[in-house]
């Protein structure tokens, strides 16, 4: 079996941010990282661990004070159409219909094409996440989880190497996150897609990914540890539950995130 050419290489990346009394806040620090291409990836910590601040660098949005990552073999300095971000807080324009929302981001990446090229490839997407009945719906008139199936099909509409999904699900209901999950790990598999994901959620981690990388506490924070998750694919929650390895290395990332919280209450109390 042929191991997955790399795409994405993060390295010695560190990310300072100055502070309003002239000082410095230390983000991030010496983080190491390469990322396979269709490899689905999970960033897990606590808050203040810097995973949104490591997905805005992959996404381009920031630069590293340090260091540097390359895509391609070329250096990631802005955001751009072959990297994708799907925001938490779903980012539509409330103004456009569901259909207007994804053909605004296919018109911007791809204006050389017809117009009846750009049409088909806006409703296949529309398509692809069950919203063909929705699609001249306005925003407002969408449940939060038809929200996040818009920001989800706009981000593939454009056929982006990378998808960034920041905590994507954290925000919906059980029974909508687990179809959301379902319809994303079926899209990235069919698509060869490669992921990069923020979550809190151990079990949605272990059900998405091939690799979950813990952050240690900031500031400074750095990779702690790395867990491969060998689940066969596809997956679905059930079968993954009831696989012998699952509860093993549930635990393992818990025990990493307890350590952590154990480590940040002694920094506290030292204080």
Not at 82 to 105: C, E, G, H, K
Request: with cysteine.
């Amino acid at each position: 079996m042929t191991t997955p050419a790399g795409l994405i290489s993060v390295d010695a990346v560190t990310q300072v941010f100055p502070l309003d009394d002239g000082g410095r806040y230390v983000a991030l620090q010496g983080i190491n990282l390469d990322i396979a291409a269709g490899e689905f990836v999970s960033l897990i910590g606590h808050s203040g661990c810097g995973k949104s601040t490591l997905l805005n660098l992959l996404a381009g949005l920031d630069q590293a004070s340090e260091g540097g990552i390359l895509m391609n073999g070329r250096q990631v300095t802005d955001p751009g159409p072959d990297r994708m971000v799907v925001f938490q807080n779903y980012s539509l324009l409330p103004w456009l219909t569901v259909r207007q929302n994804i053909a605004l981001a296919v018109n911007t990446v791809y204006p050389s094409q017809s117009n009846q090229e750009r049409r088909e490839i806006v409703e296949r997407n529309i398509q692809t996440v069950n919203l063909s009945a929705a699609a001249n719906k306005f925003p407002a008139e969408l449940s939060g989880g038809m929200k996040q199936r818009v920001a989800i099909a706009r981000a593939l509409a454009i056929r982006p190497k990378l998808l960034l999904l920041d905590e994507p699900f954290g925000a919906l209901d059980a029974l909508t996150r687990g179809n959301l999950q379902q319809q994303l790990m079926q899209i990235c598999q069919e698509s060869g897609l490669t992921a990069v994901m923020v979550t809190h959620d151990v079990d949605e981690a272990l059900l998405l990914s091939d690799r979950v990388v813990c952050l240690c506490n900031g500031p400074a924070a750095g990779i702690g540890h790395i867990l491969k998750v060998p689940l066969p694919r596809p997956r679905d929650r059930l079968t993954v539950m009831d696989h012998p390895d699952y509860y093993h290395l549930r635990a393992e990332l818990i025990h990493f995130l307890q350590e952590q919280r154990r480590l940040k209450q002694l920094a506290a109390t030292s204080r």
